[in-house]
């Protein structure tokens, strides 16, 4: 982005204009990189004046001035000195308020008092006074990620995004809509969608009273545009407050692009209160598949797009799911009227208690799930589970109430996977052929054959070996099941022992 003072824009027609680069301008571009690449070693107010000149000879000097801007961030600037300025400054100071400096020669010696203090030479002592200040540090090294043409892109770019610095609301077509929303998304911007008779549209809004008092909106709309130039085809069109007047700017992909390089600093993925729900959710390892930023939902006119989606893992069945965070009564009310028009599929929505708008969520067939600050991972778990207690029933009455594994060792596991059903659902059956050993099925022929290879009093990694030649990895209900018990010894492992009768 660039500093609004280097903004070239025409208001032709009431509108509000970018004045692009274009081929014209590769040689300037080439130019301003020869300049910097030409001043390496050189004090920045050397290099200031070769700009200078050819600001002059240019017919917009904005435009050498932005080409320069995005360079500065491209070049790194060191100071160079014999002495560290500042400790210069200090014993400078310090010698000729002893001397009492009036004439050159108290200067002088003033200069001696205080290169004698820090073992410098004077000569050194005096030119390292003000090597900090800005124009007189050193280009220590430039290099630019952009090549002219690319640096031109570059410019094009940037000229955009400053423009969105002052937009109060900013309307998008793309042929890539779902990256679009997603990074609407992670710069925590309110949007909707709109059905439209060109196609969906996605409209980013914010707070009037937000916009007076800030630009942080603004600056988002500038980082948004990155990723919507990326698309093969879109229209941005936006509100501009134009010095209190509002200006409409239209933007397409044959204006602007990204150049062919990573930016050095890329919008982070989303945080705060989704990032957060989502890390807790997957760490629980639930039998629903947790998806980011599902398929859009007809919402009468409009369109709406949940933040997540759970997918059972055991059947073609998916919840939608919706955080709704702090928004203006305005979108509120718009997002209440989306849930309205929203049938035929399952919604929870977690809702900020300070919104105050459960009750009306409630009314539209969706289930609300309060929450203040983070969303409890608990109270979504035990919605979900309304649904999974309905689709293990039904799962189970599909299944016949004997199973008869062919294996002689299966666990619960696998033997779900097999019917393609969760494990809840195989648990509630009889097995007669099998004796259940903790989440494991075993033929008793095996527990036989088990029970005359260990014996008490061998170690409990000797079990373990035997037990796994059958396949049993849960020692504990198998020793159990066998009437033994381990008796532990520190760290060092554990000895098998006949388990007690109880009288």
Same mark, same amino acid.
């Given at each position: 982005?660039?500093?609004?003072?280097?903004?070239?824009?025409?208001?032709?027609?009431?509108?509000?204009?970018?004045?692009?680069?274009?081929?014209? *301008?590769?040689?300037?571009?080439?130019?301003?990189?020869?300049?910097?690449?030409?001043?390496?070693?050189?004090?920045?107010?050397?290099?200031?004046?070769?700009?200078?000149?050819?600001? %002059?000879?240019?017919?917009?000097?904005?435009?050498?001035?932005?080409?320069?801007?995005?360079?500065?961030?491209?070049? %790194?600037?060191?100071?160079?000195?014999?002495?560290?300025?500042?400790?210069?400054?200090?014993?400078? &100071?310090?010698?000729?308020?002893?001397?009492?400096?009036?004439?050159?020669?108290?200067?002088?010696?003033?200069?001696? #008092?205080?290169?004698?203090? $820090?073992?410098?030479?004077? =000569?050194?002592?005096?030119?390292?006074?003000?090597?900090? $200040?800005?124009? %007189?540090?050193?280009?220590?090294?430039?290099?630019?990620?952009?090549?002219?043409?690319?640096?031109?892109?570059?410019?094009?770019?940037?000229?955009?995004?400053?423009?969105?610095?002052?937009?109060?609301?900013?309307?998008?077509?793309?042929?890539?809509?779902?990256?679009?929303?997603?990074?609407?998304?992670?710069?925590?911007?309110?949007?909707?969608?709109? +059905?439209?008779?060109?196609?969906?549209?996605?409209?980013? +809004?914010?707070?009037?009273?937000? &916009?007076?008092?800030?630009?942080?909106?603004?600056?988002?709309?500038?980082?948004?545009?990155? +990723?919507?130039?990326?698309?093969?085809?879109?229209?941005?069109?936006?509100?501009?407050?134009?010095?209190?007047?509002?200006?409409?700017?239209?933007?397409?992909?044959? =204006?602007?692009?990204?150049?062919?390089?990573?930016?050095?600093?890329?919008?982070?993925?989303?945080?705060?209160?989704?990032?957060?729900?989502?890390?807790?959710?997957?760490?629980?390892?639930?039998?629903?598949?947790?998806?980011?930023?599902?398929?859009?939902?007809?919402?009468?006119?409009?369109?709406?797009?949940?933040? &997540?989606?759970?997918?059972?893992?055991?059947?073609?069945?998916?919840? !939608?799911?919706?955080?709704?965070? !702090?928004?203006?009564?305005?979108?509120?009310?718009?997002?209440?009227?989306?849930?309205?028009?929203?049938?035929?599929?399952?919604?929870?929505?977690?809702?900020?208690?300070?919104?105050?708008?459960?009750?009306?969520?409630?009314? #539209?067939?969706?289930?609300?799930?309060?929450?203040?600050?983070?969303?409890?991972?608990?109270?979504?778990?035990?919605?979900?589970?309304?649904?999974?207690?309905?689709?293990?029933?039904?799962?189970?009455? =599909?299944?016949?109430?004997?199973?008869?594994?062919?294996?002689?060792?299966?666990?619960?596991?696998?033997?779900?996977?097999?019917?393609?059903?969760?494990?809840?659902?195989?648990?509630?059956?009889? !097995?007669?052929? *099998?004796?259940?050993?903790?989440?494991?099925?075993?033929?008793?022929?095996?527990?036989?054959?088990? /029970?005359?290879?260990?014996?008490?009093?061998? +170690?409990?990694?000797?079990?373990?070996?035997?037990?796994?030649?059958?396949?049993?990895?849960?020692?504990?209900?198998?020793?159990?099941?066998?009437?033994? #018990?381990?008796?532990?010894? /520190?760290?060092?492992?554990?000895?098998?022992?006949?388990?007690?009768?109880?009288?």
């Amino acid at each position: 982005m660039l500093t609004k003072d280097l903004l070239r824009v025409s208001r032709a027609g009431g509108g509000f204009h970018p004045q692009f680069a274009d081929e014209d *301008h590769r040689d300037l571009a080439a130019r301003v990189l020869g300049v910097y690449q030409g001043h390496v070693d050189h004090t920045r107010s050397d290099l200031d004046s070769a700009l200078t000149d050819l600001e %002059r000879d240019a017919d917009d000097f904005k435009l050498v001035r932005g080409f320069a801007k995005l360079l500065d961030r491209e070049a %790194r600037f060191e100071v160079r000195a014999p002495v560290d300025p500042r400790r210069a400054r200090e014993a400078a &100071f310090a010698a000729s308020e002893a001397v009492g400096v009036v004439t050159a020669d108290d200067r002088e010696r003033a200069l001696r #008092r205080a290169a004698d203090r $820090l073992d410098a030479d004077p =000569d050194d002592l005096a030119a390292t006074l003000y090597a900090d $200040l800005d124009d %007189r540090q050193v280009l220590a090294e430039i290099d630019p990620r952009w090549d002219p043409e690319e640096l031109v892109a570059q410019y094009n770019l940037s000229l955009a995004q400053t423009a969105l610095f002052d937009a109060t609301e900013v309307r998008v077509r793309s042929s890539d809509p779902k990256a679009l929303v997603s990074a609407v998304k992670r710069l925590r911007l309110m949007y909707e969608v709109r +059905t439209t008779d060109a196609g969906r549209e996605v409209v980013v +809004t914010g707070p009037d009273a937000l &916009f007076r008092a800030t630009r942080r909106y603004g600056t988002r709309f500038a980082r948004l545009l990155r +990723t919507v130039a990326t698309a093969e085809e879109w229209t941005l069109t936006a509100t501009v407050d134009d010095r209190g007047t509002d200006r409409e700017m239209v933007l397409t992909d044959s =204006d602007v692009a990204v150049p062919g390089v990573e930016p050095v600093t890329e919008v982070s993925y989303d945080s705060g209160v989704e990032a957060d729900f989502a890390t807790r959710f997957e760490s629980l390892g639930l039998d629903w598949d947790l998806v980011r930023e599902p398929e859009p939902l007809e919402a009468g006119a409009s369109v709406a797009i949940p933040d &997540f989606a759970f997918d059972y893992r055991h059947a073609d069945f998916r919840v !939608f799911f919706e955080i709704m965070g !702090f928004w203006t009564p305005e979108y509120v009310e718009k997002k209440l009227a989306q849930l309205d028009a929203i049938d035929d599929v399952e919604l929870l929505v977690a809702v900020d208690e300070s919104l105050g708008a459960g009750e009306a969520i409630e009314a #539209r067939d969706h289930r609300a799930i309060p929450y203040s600050g983070t969303v409890r991972v608990k109270d979504v778990r035990d919605a979900l589970r309304r649904y999974e207690d309905d689709l293990v029933a039904e799962h189970a009455a =599909d299944l016949p109430e004997e199973l008869r594994p062919e294996a002689d060792v299966v666990t619960i596991e696998s033997l779900a996977t097999e019917y393609g059903v969760s494990e809840d659902a195989v648990d509630g059956k009889s !097995f007669p052929e *099998h004796e259940r050993v903790g989440r494991t099925l075993v033929r008793p022929a095996v527990l036989a054959a088990l /029970g005359e290879r260990i014996e008490a009093g061998m +170690t409990l990694s000797e079990a373990e070996d035997i037990l796994d030649e059958y396949g049993l990895d849960d020692a504990g209900a198998a020793l159990s099941a066998l009437g033994y #018990r381990v008796e532990w010894e /520190g760290l060092s492992g554990g000895t098998v022992r006949e388990r007690e009768c109880e009288a």
